[in-house]
């Protein structure tokens, strides 16, 4: 049997949370940089908190992708808000804060799946602008976004002042 998609519960939460960890240790097999250096790469509090928001219904949902045997094997957090120019688009704005699949189920269309119940949850609330950023390190997460139809439109910039 295939996958299924299903809206994530308060129990996913450590799973999630794990997900975010897993998108960082990607990140850094691929490069390193001070911001990456400072992202979570394990289990905090913190953490679980962001990924608590994600499955309190209203303006935030996950998506959990699960095998047919029940496994927890990938998921997608999806948030309604303002986007990167709020004015045009406030409160009209879908962004993917996370999409993961676990290692030993990519490259057969599992994520590409995800981007599609995506889509279909911001759709479902009439949300039509979707977006979402990729860590400058991560150049396999650029080539998939690309390939799922995601077009690069701002470069974020950052330093530590004190
Ligand atoms: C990004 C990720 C979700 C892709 O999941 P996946 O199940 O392997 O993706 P799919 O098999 O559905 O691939 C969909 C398409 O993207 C392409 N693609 C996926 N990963 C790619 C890569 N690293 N380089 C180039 N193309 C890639 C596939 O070839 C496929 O194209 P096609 O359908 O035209 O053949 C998965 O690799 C992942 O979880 N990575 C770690 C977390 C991460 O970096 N997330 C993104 C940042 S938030």
Same mark, same amino acid.
């Given at each position: 049997?295939?996958?299924?998609?299903?809206?994530?519960?308060?129990?996913? #939460? !450590?799973?999630? +949370?794990?997900?975010?960890?897993?998108? #960082?240790? %990607?990140?850094?097999?691929?490069?390193?940089? !001070?911001?990456?250096?400072?992202?979570?790469?394990?289990?905090?509090?913190?953490?679980?908190?962001?990924?608590?928001?994600?499955?309190?219904?209203?303006?935030?949902? +996950?998506?959990?992708?699960?095998?047919?045997?029940? /496994?927890?094997?990938? @998921?997608? @957090?999806?948030?309604?808000?303002?986007?990167?120019?709020?004015?045009?688009?406030?409160?009209?704005?879908?962004? #993917?804060?996370?999409?993961?699949?676990?290692?030993? %189920?990519?490259?057969?269309?599992?994520?590409?799946?995800?981007?599609?119940?995506? /889509?279909?949850? &911001?759709?479902?609330?009439?949300?039509? %602008?979707? /977006?979402?950023?990729?860590?400058?390190?991560?150049?396999?997460? /650029?080539?998939?976004?690309?390939?799922?139809?995601?077009?690069? &439109?701002?470069? %974020?910039?950052?330093?530590?002042?004190?």
């Amino acid at each position: 049997m295939e996958p299924t998609i299903r809206p994530a519960t308060i129990d996913d #939460v !450590p799973r999630i +949370a794990r997900a975010a960890v897993e998108t #960082v240790l %990607h990140a850094r097999r691929q490069g390193s940089d !001070p911001y990456v250096q400072g992202l979570p790469d394990g289990d905090s509090e913190p953490l679980r908190e962001w990924a608590a928001r994600f499955t309190g219904g209203g303006t935030q949902g +996950a998506l959990v992708l699960e095998s047919a045997s029940g /496994e927890f094997i990938g @998921c997608a @957090c999806l948030a309604i808000g303002s986007g990167a120019m709020p004015e045009a688009l406030a409160g009209r704005t879908g962004t #993917v804060a996370l999409l993961w699949v676990a290692e030993r %189920h990519r490259g057969r269309g599992l994520g590409r799946a995800l981007v599609r119940a995506a /889509e279909d949850w &911001f759709a479902d609330r009439d949300i039509r %602008h979707v /977006e979402l950023s990729w860590l400058a390190v991560n150049a396999d997460a /650029e080539r998939f976004w690309k390939r799922m139809g995601y077009a690069p &439109f701002r470069t %974020h910039g950052w330093k530590r002042t004190g």
